[in-house]
């Protein structure tokens, strides 16, 4: 079955530290991933997608495809970066499943 | 203002009764979705439409129905069937693979 799986519904870290959210997924063929964002009383956007290989707001994430992987990483957190994280993955033409999501939360 | 608009903010349900949700986008895409959002469970997708006039199923679509008669309109209604309809609803559109755009939602509740 396709699949995208977040395994922390939670992640505390302290300013500066270093962050990483959890995507593993199930697919068969080749895979495309997204992760998604939503701030506090904004709506839900597109943080990046693993095609582009860009660093959005310091955040990256790579595909994985021996672990089935795609990790959303950063250096050093910001308070700024508090928000829940989902990671996203098209199944068949234009379907998008998500995953249950992360919630990040960043202490001064 | 280019973007999505979802209509109402906060909507009421009655026992027995059928509510229809608004979306409306005028960002000329193709594709439309509607996601129900519950705590703990992420979106899970109740309907999309990849054109006008036609609509296919998502993952929890029993007790919800849709129409697309305009490209720029996909609105959901959801019946008395769906007998746990309180959560947040979000309606998104798209022109590129994966790529959505989403609307600031609709908060239904039962009274």
């Known amino acids: 079955a396709q699949r995208v799986t977040q395994p922390e519904k939670l992640l505390s870290v302290f300013k500066g530290a270093p962050v990483e959210l959890k995507c593993n997924y199930s697919y068969s063929g080749s895979p495309e991933l997204f992760w998604y964002v939503q701030y506090s009383r904004q709506r839900l956007q597109l943080l990046l997608r693993h095609i582009s290989r860009e660093s959005i707001k310091g955040f990256t994430a790579d595909l994985n495809k021996g672990e089935t992987s795609f990790h959303l990483k950063k250096p050093f957190a910001q308070e700024e970066d508090s928000a829940m994280y989902y990671c996203a993955l098209p199944v068949d033409t234009d379907k998008l499943i998500f995953g249950t999501g992360t919630r990040l939360q960043v202490f001064p | 203002d280019g973007g999505i608009t979802q209509s109402p903010k906060y909507l009421f349900r009655k026992e027995g009764q059928n509510v229809t949700l608004s979306c409306e986008q005028n960002l000329n895409h193709d594709a439309m979705y509607w996601y129900r959002q519950d705590p703990g469970q992420g979106l899970r997708l109740i309907y999309y439409s990849q054109i006008v006039n036609d609509f296919q199923k998502g993952d929890i679509a029993e007790g919800y129905s849709v129409s697309r008669e305009k490209k720029e309109s996909f609105p959901l209604t959801v019946t008395s069937a769906q007998k746990n309809p309180t959560a947040f609803y979000l309606c998104?559109?798209?022109?590129?693979?994966?790529?959505?755009?989403f609307g600031s939602g609709t908060q239904l509740s039962v009274l």
């Open positions: 998104a559109s798209s022109a590129d693979r994966g790529k959505l755009f």
